[in-house]
């Protein structure tokens, strides 16, 4: 997706008709992007010879809002374009002892984002699904001298498929919500011979709200990692498997 955006920025809304639930949508923008305090001094690792970020960003898309029936239906779907130079991404070392900076000189990111959402209310029960999606194709167009074979390859640990689902039912009080993450595999080295693999996750929770003349508790109990599925985010750093969570929050109104 787009780069921090601090230069002149031009947007273009467009209904297809008047009173159209259809609503058409472009942006163009120049981005800059200074690295930060961590970027140049973190210790260890920071590189305070690190190059601000400069480029181009485009979006164009579409999005649906519409009620069916008892059912809210709304949908969006951007297709992006950014070109970078001199892109900063954090990469393990050589010897993979601690991260670092650096700044790569030519990156073009591009790809798709779905967001769809249905939500309904039947009598007393309300219920929300979630769908959010995004394919990113971000490679380094340019390698370096030291690293000739990182040229046309993916950036490190970037997944070229995301998809975040989630269902929420909520019902005098209690309310539940499932979730399914899927991360593509993504790759550990520049030259992208060696990759982890995606993982699917699942997470589950359960909640009652309680409420008085001025105030309410919720308790809620959450499930993560509800199949007890093996997977790392990053590199020789596996995640919790089944875990569990109870938490309980009190809320004063006025």
Same mark, same amino acid.
Request: glycine letters at 6%; hydrophobic letters at 35%; charged letters at 20%.
């Given at each position: 997706p787009p780069r921090s955006t601090l230069f002149p920025y031009t947007t273009l809304f467009r209904s297809i008709r008047k009173a159209s639930p259809f609503l058409l949508k472009g942006s163009m923008s120049r981005a800059f992007k200074s690295p930060s305090l961590n970027d140049l001094y973190w210790v260890p690792g920071g590189n305070p010879g690190l190059t601000e970020e400069r480029g181009k960003n485009y979006e164009l898309g579409a999005s649906l809002s519409k009620s069916i029936k008892n059912t809210l239906v709304t949908a969006?779907?951007?297709?992006f374009y950014a070109d970078i130079s001199n892109w900063i991404t954090w990469q393990p070392d050589s010897l993979f002892s601690y991260w670092r900076p650096f700044n790569l000189r030519h990156v073009v @990111?591009?790809?798709? +984002?779905?967001?769809?959402?249905?939500?309904?209310?039947?009598?007393?029960? @309300?219920?929300?699904? +979630?769908?959010?999606?995004?394919?990113t194709l971000a490679e380094n167009i340019a390698g370096s001298a030291n690293d000739e074979f990182s040229e046309r390859r993916q950036l490190v640990y970037m997944p070229g498929i995301v998809v975040n689902q989630s269902l929420r039912i909520t019902w005098m009080g209690f309310s539940g919500n499932y979730t399914l993450n899927y991360t593509d595999k993504r790759y550990t080295t520049t030259d992208n011979s060696r990759y982890l693999p995606g993982y699917l996750v699942q997470d589950i929770a359960l909640s009652k709200t309680i409420s008085l003349s001025r105030s309410a508790f919720r308790m809620q109990l959450k499930v993560n990692n509800l199949a007890n599925k093996y997977y790392q985010v990053i590199a020789w750093q596996p995640m919790p498997g089944r875990n569990f969570s109870f938490s309980l929050q009190y809320r004063f109104n006025k």
């Amino acid at each position: 997706p787009p780069r921090s955006t601090l230069f002149p920025y031009t947007t273009l809304f467009r209904s297809i008709r008047k009173a159209s639930p259809f609503l058409l949508k472009g942006s163009m923008s120049r981005a800059f992007k200074s690295p930060s305090l961590n970027d140049l001094y973190w210790v260890p690792g920071g590189n305070p010879g690190l190059t601000e970020e400069r480029g181009k960003n485009y979006e164009l898309g579409a999005s649906l809002s519409k009620s069916i029936k008892n059912t809210l239906v709304t949908a969006s779907i951007t297709g992006f374009y950014a070109d970078i130079s001199n892109w900063i991404t954090w990469q393990p070392d050589s010897l993979f002892s601690y991260w670092r900076p650096f700044n790569l000189r030519h990156v073009v @990111s591009r790809g798709l +984002e779905f967001d769809g959402n249905l939500a309904s209310t039947i009598k007393q029960v @309300s219920w929300n699904y +979630e769908l959010k999606s995004t394919f990113t194709l971000a490679e380094n167009i340019a390698g370096s001298a030291n690293d000739e074979f990182s040229e046309r390859r993916q950036l490190v640990y970037m997944p070229g498929i995301v998809v975040n689902q989630s269902l929420r039912i909520t019902w005098m009080g209690f309310s539940g919500n499932y979730t399914l993450n899927y991360t593509d595999k993504r790759y550990t080295t520049t030259d992208n011979s060696r990759y982890l693999p995606g993982y699917l996750v699942q997470d589950i929770a359960l909640s009652k709200t309680i409420s008085l003349s001025r105030s309410a508790f919720r308790m809620q109990l959450k499930v993560n990692n509800l199949a007890n599925k093996y997977y790392q985010v990053i590199a020789w750093q596996p995640m919790p498997g089944r875990n569990f969570s109870f938490s309980l929050q009190y809320r004063f109104n006025k």
